[in-house]
Structures are given as C-alpha cells and as structure tokens.
C-alpha cells in the first residue's frame, strides 16, 4: 500500500482492530450472557460462531439476499436451534461446572466436524457486504469492515433496549441475578433460560455472518475465535455485559498492534496472557463485579 | 467414590500376570494400542492429583504432557544425550513449566482454575509452534531415539510394551503410595474442605502447588515415554484435545478413583485408537462419546457399579448436597 504513511498504516490497524475486535465481543457476549444466569461456561460457542457462518454461507448461496435480511435470518434460525438444543442437550449437563464444560466441548467437537464432513476445504463467502474499498485518512480497508463494526454497535445497543425497556428482557435480567425469587415472583425460569441459550447462539451467529465475507471460511476456524472471544469476556468481566465489548475491542486491537509492531507469529499469544494474568491478578475482570472466586 | 487408600496386592498381581500375558498372544496392533493406553494412563494419573485430590479440573495436561515429551526430544536430538539421562530433564522441565504457569493460578477456585489452565494451555502450544529456532516450529522433531538399556534398543512395540507397563504400574504403585501418606491425607482433606482443613494448619496453598507439582511431574514422565514410541513428535499432538480426552478420562472414572480412571483410559484411549480409520467421523463419534457421557453418566463410568455400602459420613454428605 504505497500511499498509507506511518499514520495511515496506525489508523488501518486500529480499525482492523477494533473490526476482529467487535467480532470478539459479540461472540462474547454469549458467554457473559450465560455466565450471568447459570454460571456456566459454554465452550461450545466458539463452534456454534463458525455454524453460523457456514449457515449464512448455505442461504447466501441458495437466495441472493442483501446483508441485513441474511443476518436476521441466521440469527433467528440459530436462536431456534439454541432453544432446542438447551432443551435436549444442555438441560441435562447442570450437575456441575465441569460436567457442563466437557459436554461443551463434546458438542462443539460434533459440531466442527460435522461441519468438516460437507466443507472440508475453506471456502469463499458471498460478498454480501460489499467489495469496496474505502479510503479514510491515508487508511484503506474493506468496507465489510465498517459493516462489522456498525452492526455490532446496532446488536449491543438492541441487546440493551431489549434487557432494559422489554418485560421479557428484564425477567431474563431477574433469572440471572436469582432463578428462585424470579420463579416466586411469576418469571417461567426454564423458559427464560432457554432464550437466553438462544440469544448466545443468535450472537455468535450472527458475528459468524459478519466476519464471514472478510476471510474464506473453514470448519475450524471457530476454535480460537471462540478462546479469544472468552479471553476478551473474562478481561472485561465475565458477569458485565460492557465490560464484555470492552474487553473485546481491547484485545482485538493489541492483538493487532502486537502482531504489527513486535512479531506476528506471537500474535494469537497476546489474548492468552491477557487472559492468564487477568485471572491470576484481578479474575473480577475489568468491569466485573465482585464474585467470590478465589480461596 | 470411595477411595481405597491401600494397593490390593492380590489383584494387582492378578492384573499384571494378565498384561504380561497380552503381548505374547495379542496381535501387533492390539500392543500398539495398549502401548498408547499405558502412556496415557501416566498423565491421567497425575491429573487425579489435582482433580480428586483438590478439587479442581485442569485442562492443560496435555501442553504439560508435551513440554515433558519436547524436553527429552530436543536433548536426545540436537544435544545427542542418551535417552535414558532425559527422563530427569523431561519430569523437570514438566514439573517447571507447569508450575510457574499453574502456580499462581491454583488460588482460583473452580470454573476460574479451568479457565486459567485453558489459558495455559493455548500458551504453551503457541509457543511450541511459533519458537521456530528452539522447538522446530510446525516441522516438529524428528527421528526421536528409542530408549537403550544396556545396549538393548527398546524400538519395536513388542519390547516398548514392557518398558510402558513398568513405568505405568510403577507410576501407579508410587501414587497410591503418596495418596495413602500424610500427604495424601492432607490433600483429600483440602479436597473435602479447604476451609475446615486451614483450621487444622494445614498449608493450603502449599499443598495444593504440591499437587500441581505432582500432577505435571507424571505428565512430563509420560511425555517422555510418547516422545521415545512414537519418535516424531508435533506441536498439533498437543492442542485443547487431547487435554479434554485426559480431563475426561479422569472424569469418566469417577473422583478419587485411580483404578476407575485406568479402567476409562483403556476404554477411551483404546476407542479413539479404534476408530482412527473413520477420519473425521471418529471425531465426530468422539465428541458423540463426551456429550452422552457427560449427558448420562455425569459420575463416571464406575458408577453404573455401585459399591456395596457408602460410609455414613458420604450419605450425609450426599443428603445435604442433594437440598
């Protein structure tokens, strides 16, 4: 890119950043989502991320839609799935945290190679989003990343109306802070905690959908997306919904800087030492309030 | 699950005159698995430390696993020492990897200790495949020597299969010894509850990096043993996976059971050998297998057998969970 000064490269980076960064974020939201009412970890999101790419790759290919109908769609299918499989699958993994967490892991092993059974070979993503490429400051960069990031500001600020101004919403609200008293007070607990399952699998859908169209698509590459999307949660506090996005966008851009500046091999360690040593020093995370977590 | 402290000597003895058997009238490959199966049961041994013994799942056994098989790798490899001599490297270099990383993190409880391991986990794995220089990067290591004794080469399945048994049996012997000394006692009492336990000046926080010592010392010995049968070692052998097949290994045969995580490692180790040929349909069998575990039988496999009669301090214990 022979016209991007030092300012114009720092200016790409940050907006690649902050794009992978929102990505992190809406995936891991899931993960606060669930935390908040169950305490329980779901590491099975990472896979249901690249399900949900793949699952806008299917539409895409079989119905020309424009970008917003395709997400919606997505979105609400796997919010279906989610409510189902809460019924069928993880209902029956609450004994405790670990029993849950290798279910999870058991799920998203089945559901990556599944996956891997009809797309063994990355494949390209329609361009729902557009191919220009947009020039802002001596930066240059694909508009889908401009895409990624309004879309996530539109998602966090519907996930909020709906958890603040909605009936639904703020009976989820009251199962997460205490299922029985919201059960004593009329809140149907089981439902509520089935849509929540569901909303963690719309989110992670739809940041499937998102960053689909940026790279070429493969079964495997929810693994480490879903690991660094719960680094940026426990960073930001894994029971606070900002902290969440904001642990997101943070790791999203150090891992971007760090991969520019000091060495791009060690670029997918930055979101694992974050991660180790938030835990280690202040597992409350940035924004988190305080749980009762070490001995 | 209630432990049973001493070695049962007579089915010991009957266990083993049965595996010295195996060999002699099993095909090849059946050796080559049970070879698999006898290494793994070293990790999965040490996870017990810190599983049954603390309370605590880790998913990183198997990085901790690698560093002990990449420590004896590169010293056999690029510094020409004998294989033999590696075994004290390989346990150390475990023991020092695991701990400092693991060290600090033993103060989380529960679900926050796993997510610290899984942390680890992934760190120890990037730096396996990215320090190029030093570990070879994504090439791996390769020609790995066979481990010699007195001129003899242990390099067919045949004879490895003695050395694996020895090592596993004398592993096993070593950790119920430790599990029955008062350091085990310690343990199992942090285990129950490490409030009351601190009452009774025990060291908290000492013995439960004691138990993160042991659990990776085992895990570099069996690192060692993988590294010298399967003689090229990569850093993708040791990934998130194979960390969750030892965790669950350990899982499915119940707390506090070194006899049942044996029993689940032969089954679970031998099954994922077994359905090698099915390509990705084994992983998809695979997860099938942790899911419905998990899903049906969330106390392990030995559970379906339960034991004549739980000591009454265990039905209360379970009353009171139950409310």
Same mark, same amino acid.
């Given at each position: 890119?022979?016209?991007?000064?030092?300012?114009?490269?720092?200016?790409? *980076?940050?907006?690649?950043?902050?794009?992978?960064?929102?990505?992190?974020?809406?995936?891991?939201?899931?993960?606060?989502?669930?935390?908040?009412?169950?305490?329980?970890?779901?590491? !099975?999101?990472?896979?249901?991320?690249?399900?949900?790419?793949?699952?806008?790759?299917?539409? !895409?290919?079989?119905?020309?839609?424009?970008?917003?109908?395709?997400?919606?769609?997505?979105?609400?299918?796997?919010?279906?799935?989610?409510?189902?499989?809460?019924?069928?699958?993880?209902?029956?993994?609450?004994?405790?945290?670990?029993?849950?967490?290798?279910?999870?892991?058991?799920?998203? *092993?089945?559901?990556?190679?599944?996956?891997?059974?009809? =797309?063994?070979?990355?494949?390209?993503?329609?361009?729902?989003?557009?191919?220009?490429?947009?020039? =802002?400051?001596?930066?240059?960069?694909?508009?889908?990343?401009?895409?990624?990031?309004?879309?996530?500001?539109?998602?966090?600020?519907?996930?909020?109306? =709906?958890?603040?101004?909605?009936?639904?919403?703020?009976?989820?609200?009251?199962? $997460?802070?205490?299922?029985?008293?919201?059960?004593?007070?009329?809140?149907?607990?089981?439902?509520?905690?089935?849509?929540?399952?569901?909303?963690? =699998?719309?989110?992670?859908?739809?940041?499937?959908?998102?960053?689909?169209?940026?790279?070429?698509?493969?079964?495997?590459?929810?693994?480490?997306?879903?690991?660094? $999307?719960? $680094?940026?949660?426990?960073?930001?506090?894994?029971?606070?919904?900002?902290?969440?996005?904001?642990?997101?966008?943070? *790791?999203?851009?150090?891992?971007?800087?760090?991969?520019?500046?000091?060495?791009?091999?060690?670029?997918?360690?930055?979101?694992?030492?974050?991660?180790?040593?938030?835990?280690?020093?202040?597992?409350?995370?940035?924004?988190?309030?305080?749980?009762?977590?070490?001995? | 699950? @209630?432990?049973?402290?001493?070695?049962?000597?007579?089915?010991?003895?009957?266990?083993?005159?049965?595996?010295?058997?195996?060999?002699?009238?099993?095909?090849?490959?059946?050796?080559? %698995?049970?070879?698999?199966?006898?290494?793994? @049961?070293?990790? %999965?041994?040490?996870?017990?430390?810190?599983?049954?013994?603390?309370?605590?799942?880790?998913?990183?056994? &198997?990085?901790?696993?690698?560093? &002990?098989?990449?420590?004896?790798? +590169?010293?056999?490899?690029?510094?020409?020492?004998?294989?033999?001599?590696?075994?004290?490297?390989?346990?150390?270099?475990?023991?020092?990897?695991?701990?400092?990383?693991?060290?600090?993190?033993?103060?989380?409880?529960?679900?926050?200790?796993?997510?610290?391991?899984?942390?680890?986990?992934?760190?120890?794995?990037?730096?396996?495949?990215?320090?190029?220089?030093?570990?070879?990067?994504?090439?791996?290591?390769?020609?790995?020597?066979?481990?010699?004794?007195?001129?003899?080469?242990?390099?067919? @399945?045949?004879?490895?299969?003695?050395?694996?048994?020895?090592?596993?049996?004398?592993?096993?012997?070593?950790?119920?010894?430790?599990?029955?000394?008062?350091?085990?006692?310690?343990?199992?009492?942090?285990?129950?509850?490490?409030?009351?336990?601190?009452?009774?000046?025990?060291?908290?926080?000492?013995?439960?990096?004691?138990?993160?010592?042991?659990?990776?010392?085992?895990?570099?010995? &069996?690192?060692?043993?993988?590294?010298?049968? %399967?003689?090229?070692?990569?850093?993708?052998?040791?990934?998130?996976?194979?960390?969750?097949?030892?965790?669950?290994?350990?899982?499915?045969?119940?707390?506090?059971?070194?006899?049942?995580?044996?029993?689940?490692?032969?089954?679970?180790?031998?099954?994922?050998?077994?359905?090698?040929?099915?390509?990705?349909?084994?992983?998809?069998?695979?997860?099938?297998?942790?899911?419905?575990?998990?899903?049906?039988?969330?106390?392990?496999?030995?559970? +379906?057998?339960?034991?004549?009669?739980?000591?009454?301090?265990?039905?209360?214990?379970?009353?009171?969970?139950?409310?």
């Amino acid at each position: 890119m022979e016209t991007t000064g030092s300012v114009g490269m720092l200016l790409q *980076i940050l907006i690649g950043g902050i794009a992978t960064g929102s990505i992190y974020a809406v995936v891991g939201l899931g993960f606060t989502l669930l935390y908040r009412a169950m305490k329980m970890v779901n590491f !099975a999101q990472g896979h249901v991320f690249m399900a949900g790419t793949f699952l806008g790759l299917i539409i !895409a290919n079989r119905f020309a839609l424009p970008a917003i109908p395709l997400l919606l769609i997505v979105m609400v299918l796997a919010f279906l799935i989610g409510v189902v499989l809460e019924r069928i699958v993880f209902r029956r993994l609450y004994h405790d945290h670990d029993v849950f967490i290798v279910g999870a892991i058991g799920l998203g *092993i089945v559901l990556m190679n599944t996956v891997r059974v009809f =797309f063994p070979e990355p494949v390209p993503f329609p361009k729902v989003f557009g191919e220009r490429l947009v020039e =802002f400051g001596g930066a240059r960069f694909q508009e889908a990343y401009l895409w990624v990031i309004g879309c996530t500001v539109v998602l966090v600020a519907l996930l909020h109306s =709906f958890f603040t101004y909605t009936r639904h919403g703020r009976a989820m609200r009251a199962v $997460a802070s205490d299922a029985e008293i919201a059960g004593t007070v009329g809140v149907n607990v089981p439902r509520a905690i089935a849509h929540i399952f569901g909303l963690t =699998f719309a989110v992670a859908a739809g940041a499937g959908v998102l960053i689909g169209p940026l790279y070429f698509v493969s079964f495997d590459m929810g693994d480490m997306v879903g690991l660094k $999307a719960f $680094a940026a949660a426990v960073l930001g506090g894994i029971n606070s919904v900002p902290g969440t996005i904001l642990g997101g966008i943070a *790791i999203g851009l150090l891992e971007n800087l760090a991969g520019t500046y000091i060495s791009s091999a060690y670029k997918d360690l930055v979101a694992f030492v974050i991660l180790l040593a938030m835990l280690v020093f202040r597992p409350n995370g940035l924004l988190g309030t305080s749980t009762p977590v070490k001995v | 699950m @209630t432990h049973q402290p001493t070695i049962r000597f007579g089915r010991l003895c009957a266990a083993l005159a049965v595996l010295l058997v195996l060999p002699f009238v099993a095909p090849n490959y059946v050796i080559h %698995v049970a070879n698999f199966v006898l290494i793994m @049961t070293l990790p %999965v041994i040490g996870l017990g430390f810190i599983t049954g013994f603390t309370g605590r799942v880790s998913l990183s056994q &198997g990085a901790i696993f690698g560093v &002990g098989a990449y420590v004896t790798a +590169l010293l056999t490899t690029k510094l020409g020492w004998s294989p033999l001599a590696t075994f004290a490297p390989a346990v150390l270099g475990a023991i020092t990897v695991g701990t400092a990383l693991g060290g600090p993190a033993m103060r989380l409880a529960g679900l926050y200790f796993v997510m610290a391991t899984i942390g680890i986990q992934q760190i120890v794995w990037i730096v396996l495949l990215n320090a190029v220089e030093f570990t070879g990067g994504p090439q791996g290591v390769r020609s790995i020597p066979a481990v010699g004794v007195g001129g003899f080469e242990i390099d067919s @399945t045949f004879s490895f299969y003695f050395l694996a048994l020895a090592m596993a049996t004398a592993s096993y012997m070593l950790a119920k010894r430790i599990i029955a000394s008062r350091m085990g006692l310690r343990l199992r009492a942090i285990s129950d509850d490490e409030l009351a336990s601190s009452a009774v000046a025990i060291d908290v926080t000492r013995n439960k990096v004691l138990a993160l010592v042991l659990c990776s010392g085992w895990a570099g010995a &069996g690192g060692f043993l993988y590294a010298h049968y %399967v003689r090229y070692i990569h850093p993708d052998m040791f990934t998130l996976e194979p960390s969750i097949l030892l965790l669950t290994m350990s899982m499915f045969g119940g707390y506090r059971s070194l006899e049942g995580m044996l029993v689940a490692t032969a089954i679970l180790e031998s099954a994922t050998e077994y359905l090698r040929p099915f390509g990705e349909f084994r992983m998809i069998a695979y997860g099938m297998l942790l899911l419905l575990g998990m899903m049906f039988f969330p106390k392990g496999v030995l559970s +379906l057998f339960p034991r004549r009669s739980p000591k009454p301090a265990q039905l209360v214990k379970e009353r009171t969970s139950d409310a």
